[in-house]
């Protein structure tokens, strides 16, 4: 090869190696680019990520803030409803006395006064009332605005409650030329609803009525449809224009809001109207003309009721009898002196022996010594309030029948009723209102009959007929909702329930009537199939008998001859047990567990325990070891030491369980020793072995 063919050759390689590295160069810049270019986007990725970790414990933050702001919130809402309950009852107590007090004066010295001085009186308690109905209405409305209301269901006399009504309105109206009209029609007296509300509805716009009214009429007529009540309330007053007709139900609204207007009131009036009425699943409207006047129409659904509206008649005739025969004592439990001396008056003009107590413990204690007729009782007390004495008296076997009538200044209604009030009066109240309740509690109940509930007219019938023909006393109630009212007023000696019915149903009336400490056999009668939880709440509920089906009709009337015919003779024959005890709860349950099977007595300390047993000399003694005042062990000692009462066995019911503690107990004279949580089926044992030995 020349020279220059080499030449040639190399230079052509070259070119080529040129183009190779060209090529690549090209590649790698390219593939710098991409790698650039994906750098970047995770330099976007990582960014976005920290705004992100930076939205997120932002975020956080708020959220964080937000929940201590509602936690805020909610303390303040606690605050201000404690604030309002507290404040209210600090305003209305001073309030009630002063209202009381001119009751007093004007009934005691009202004939010496002179006429000048009744004037002055009646102003008085008039500006009382006007302030305490203006306290009222504020608390009201906070009350509905947190949530705080509850519907109770009650028998409701409408024909009486409207000429109440309107005897209030009538002060309004005096010297005007207003005829007041109430009209209630026959079928629409007889309601079950809340009564209280029914009343505020109606109150509020006949007052409003005659407020706004100069000359002409003011009426209510109540009628119903069906079994829902329709009320118009009119008026040939002012009337309402326009434009303020849409705004009248609001807060604080008046329609002449001027520091000038003519009329008193705070706007809150029918703001309240309107929210109890849909309280009560009703509707309101309204309907003016400007110089000629205005309706209100209310409608409150399903609340009329065909039953009689007076059941109370029927016990002030039974009330007349037992006067005649029996001198009956009242304890009035209340720390103010003055509501003691109102109630003592009114009761002993009636021919009540009456007794008084100032706190919460005094009265159990004297509950214990005296076994009163009837309990009338305040919430707010001193050392123990009402509540802890109703659940007390409820737990008590022996003072768990004793009715009790509470009165207080707040309205915790359903509440006491579910505790097992017999009635619950919210102050102030007319103290003849009081001696109509007390009487009816007294002459109410054990009369010892029957009551069968049940949906189905026919077995309704059936049944009453049957047991009638028997010599029984039966009453009878279509739903659940109507046997709980007869129930409080007026409890059976036996109860035949239904379990399948329209809310509530029997297995929630057991529950209820339960909870409200009645202890009364239950026979439940039913065609329904039970599952576990159905037969976990009949056991709680200490059902003994349960009939499937509706073909075991002769069962289950025989079950109630014998449990009444047990009732009528075997029952002193039950063996008495008594059992110390301080927590309520293992009183409870252990009540629950020996019912039908002993008399329980109860104490709930020591030194009670042997009173009792003392007074009672009961078949056995089930002793708890630590408890306060006199403690298990010496309470034994001291019933041991007592010849009169020594062959009495004691079983010591405790949680102590040590051998030393063993030791101590029968040392002291227990005979038997049983450990808690406390066992049905052995405690039944034990119980049962000890009393057949003897
Ligand atoms: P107040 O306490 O001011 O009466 P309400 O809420 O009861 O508050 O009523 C609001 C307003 O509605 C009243 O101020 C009045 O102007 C008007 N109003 C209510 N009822 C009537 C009525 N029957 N006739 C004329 N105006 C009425």
């Not at 100032?358 to 214990?368: F, K, P, S, T, W």
């Not at 009723?417 to 109240?429: D, T």
């Not at 003849?432 to 009487?439: F, I, K, N, P, Q």
């Amino acid at each position: 090869m020349s020279e220059s063919e080499e030449l040639a050759r190399l230079r052509a390689r070259n070119a080529e190696l040129e183009a190779q590295l060209k090529q690549k160069q090209r590649l790698a810049t390219k593939a710098v680019a991409s790698y650039q270019q994906r750098a970047l986007q995770m330099e976007i990725i990582r960014q976005q990520n920290e705004d992100l970790d930076r939205l997120a414990a932002d975020l956080a933050k708020a959220k964080r803030i937000a929940e201590e702001h509602a936690r805020e919130q909610e303390a303040t809402a606690r605050l201000k409803s404690q604030f309002l309950a507290n404040f209210s009852h600090e305003i209305r107590t001073p309030l009630n006395g002063i209202i009381g007090y001119v009751d007093l004066l004007s009934r005691e010295e009202g004939k010496r006064l002179t006429a000048h001085g009744r004037r002055d009186l009646t102003t008085v308690r008039r500006n009382a009332k006007t302030l305490l109905a203006l306290i009222n209405d504020i608390l009201d409305l906070s009350k509905i605005e947190a949530g705080q209301v509850d519907v109770v269901e009650e028998q409701v006399d409408l024909k009486t409650l409207a000429e109440e009504c309107a005897a209030t309105v009538e002060e309004i109206l005096r010297g005007r030329d207003v005829e007041l009209v109430v009209d209630v029609a026959e079928d629409a007296e007889s309601l079950i609803t809340d009564g209280l509300k029914i009343r505020q509805i109606v109150l509020n716009l006949m007052s409003n009525a005659a407020k706004f009214t100069e000359m002409g009429e003011v009426a209510l007529h109540a009628t119903c449809e069906g079994d829902d009540l329709r009320m118009v309330i009119e008026d040939t007053g002012v009337g309402i224009s326009p434009e303020d007709l849409p705004h009248i139900f609001e807060k604080f609204r008046q329609v002449d809001g001027s520091r000038t207007r003519t009329k008193g009131g705070t706007g809150l009036g029918l703001a309240i109207v309107h929210e109890l009425v849909l309280l009560l699943g009703g509707k309101l409207d309204v309907e003016s003309t400007l110089g000629r006047g205005t309706t209100f129409e209310v409608r409150i659904p399903g609340v009329v009721h065909d039953g009689p509206a007076k059941r109370q008649s029927s016990n002030s005739e039974k009330w007349a009898a037992l006067r005649s025969s029996e001198t009956f004592q009242v304890l009035v439990v209340d720390d103010d002196p003055m509501i003691q001396q109102l109630a003592r008056k009114e009761l002993e003009s009636e021919g009540f022996e009456v007794v008084a107590a100032n706190d919460g413990i005094e009265a159990l204690r004297i509950m214990r010594e005296e076994k009163p007729d009837a309990v009338v009782l305040d919430i707010r007390l001193p050392r123990l309030d009402g509540w802890g004495v109703l659940s007390e008296l409820k737990s008590d076997a022996e003072l768990r029948r004793v009715p009790v009538i509470i009165m207080s200044v707040e309205e915790e209604r359903s509440r006491g009723f579910a505790l097992g009030a017999y009635e619950y009066l919210v102050k102030p109240i007319e103290p003849s209102a009081l001696t109509e309740v007390v009487t009816g509690a007294v002459a109410a109940g054990g009369d010892g009959h029957v009551l069968v509930v049940d949906d189905d007219a026919d077995t309704r019938e059936l049944v009453e007929r049957s047991l009638t023909a028997d010599g029984f006393t039966v009453k009878s109630a279509a739903n659940g909702r109507d046997a709980l009212l007869q129930i409080r007023h007026d409890p059976p000696a036996l109860l035949v329930l239904d379990l399948v019915m329209p809310e509530p149903d029997g297995l929630e009336v057991l529950e209820r009537i339960r909870t409200a400490g009645h202890d009364f056999p239950v026979v439940v009668f039913t065609g329904k199939d039970l599952d576990e939880q159905d037969q976990r709440r009949l056991r709680e509920g200490f059902v003994r008998v349960l009939q499937k089906n509706g073909v075991a009709l002769d069962a289950v009337l025989s079950e109630v001859r014998e449990r009444m015919q047990k009732r009528r003779s075997d029952r002193p024959t039950l063996p008495r047990v008594l059992y110390v005890e301080d927590v309520v709860q293992n009183r409870d349950i252990v009540r629950r567990y020996l019912h039908g099977f002993v008399e329980l007595l109860e104490a709930n300390d020591g030194e009670h325990g042997v009173q009792v047993a003392e007074r009672e000399k009961p078949d056995l003694i089930l002793m708890d070891l630590s408890l306060p005042r006199l403690d298990g062990w010496g309470a034994t000692t001291r019933i041991k030491a007592n010849p009169e009462l020594a062959s009495i066995p004691i079983i010591a019911l405790t949680a102590h369980s040590s051998p030393e503690d063993r030791a101590k107990a029968k040392e002291a004279g227990c005979i038997g020793y049983l450990t808690k949580p406390i066992e049905r089926d052995l405690l039944l044992k034990t119980i049962m072995g000890e009393l057949d030995g003897r």
